[in-house]
């Protein structure tokens, strides 16, 4: 047992959990991280493999491009002064058998040209969607997340209101039309095709997808050299340089609760520690139910975790490829004629993604290909625990290299390395339920709550907090710090202390 004497405890050490910890030390809080893997970072995450870094997190991060929207955010962490990133022109692109593609630039006045030449009888639809891309080059998301909605009184909404007014004609417009239904919208065939796949989910909101194209256009969503574990360590690093401790391999059994008030935790070795707050920056569904045995909840969060809000499951294949592939674009879906059955079901596309734009990631002359897909949790946790779930991971993968020696001829000799991950990778590692990569999925149901944000406290709980991708829908990165920045804006609020901010060159009031 661990006598008092921490301030706040925090449950996790991905983005969210390193974030809260780093300003709470920044505020005078003294804090202890416990993670139950050995590393930190969650989902934002890599792992090597002969020589190959496989990348599974973040595919372009806001805040990469100076004054821009959450900039100052990764300045205060210390991840951005030495970082160098990469900015894409493109998106992706969406290629059909017959060569015919659609390429996704972030410029919004190439891509209409490029749509028109594609499809000139959709001329009217595809100039207003470009309109509202270059309308939301001028939008700053932050906006919505910098002050903790819970408190904002009436004249704070009131100036965000007024600040969000201008571009609530596009929001209006397409913040609850998906890509699906936009792509319905379209005379030409391929198009139909095509557009439910550019921004990587059919049920995306178009207006989520056109912020993203206006971030690239910004040079304000680029990629980290280094990947997403490095990334994630620069944050771990700026966290103990504020005097933080981090335990590893100590995966959490129970909040301790005393009188409704949360005192503390115990992990399964039986340790306790304790704290005069707890913050959960883990697992949202096991921290209601397991970690507090689901006696602060309501209809409400039972209701979200009966299948009445959509998880994002994935199965990421990652390739370690003897073969250059600076000279493919970076990123491409292939639209099939007839589909391949994967993880049980029917797949007309498949997304291929190359990382030779970053050589950190790979040997010289070789690369890092990776296939990702979504599927069925419940597919995978059929199969696990028995002898059939690793068969069951090589057959996958299998069809899917015979699929990627029809794009790329000759690919199957030339893979080095094969690696698979599950939705049951994902839960073993993060303990993140049913394996989802980014909490809710962000669709036209969960966007209104990314403005609104979800309670980050529980009924009847005190000095107790959840912060991360499952009280903030979409799960993205900077929005995920975000939530552990206002978290300790509010703890200070609550003690009645000036919440500030320190870089790590100087210390300064933020």
Known sequence: M????????????????????????????????FELHNQPGGLCTAWERRGYTFDGCIHYLF????????????????????RRFVHHDEL?????????????????DRLEAHLMDLSPRDRKLIHAFCVGVRALTDFDLSLLLQQPKALMGPMDWTRLGLKVLPFLGPMARWGLLSAQEFAHRFQDPFLRRAIPQMFAWPSIPVMVGMSLLASMHNKNAGFPVGGSLAFARAIEQRYRSLGGTIHYNAQVERILVQRDRAIGVRLYNNDEYFANRVIAACDGRSTVFDLLGGKYTSPCIKHR?????????????????????SHHPHWTT????KPVVVAGEHRYEIGVKHYCFDPSLSPPEKSVVIIMLTTSYQYWQRLYGRSIYNAEEIQESGI????????????????????????????????????????????????????????????????????????????SVPVVAMSGRNIIQQICHEDRQAFQVMMPETSRAG
């Not at 491009?65 to 030495?82: M, N």
């Not at 975790?305 to 390739?319: A, D, E, F, M, R």
């Open 400 to 475: 899917l290299i015979d699929q990627l020696e029809q794009f790329y001829p000759g690919i199957k000799a030339d893979i080095e390395f094969v690696d698979v991950a599950t939705p049951l990778s994902y839960e073993r590692y993060t303990g993140n339920w049913q394996g989802s990569s980014c909490g809710w999925l962000l669709n036209k149901q969960t966007l209104p709550l990314l403005i609104t944000g979800l309670r980050k406290t529980l009924p009847g709980l005190h000095r107790f907090y959840r912060i991360g991708q499952w009280v903030e829908p979409g799960g």
């Open 334 to 337: 292939y639209l099939l004629d």
């Open 92 to 108: 992706m692109r969406l290629t059909a058998s017959n060569g015919k593609t659609l390429i996704v630039y972030s410029d919004p």
């Open 63 to 82: 805040g990469s491009g100076p004054d821009q929207p959450f900039y100052s955010l990764w300045q205060e962490l210390g991840v951005i002064q030495t």
């Open 2 to 33: 661990t006598e008092a004497g921490t301030d706040i405890i925090i449950i996790g050490a991905g983005i969210a959990g390193l974030a809260a910890g780093c300003y709470a030390q920044m505020n005078g809080y003294r804090t202890e991280i």
């Open 305 to 325: 975790y009966n299948g009445h809000l959509p998880v994002y499951s994935q199965l990421q294949i990652s390739l370690g490829v003897n073969r250059d592939f």
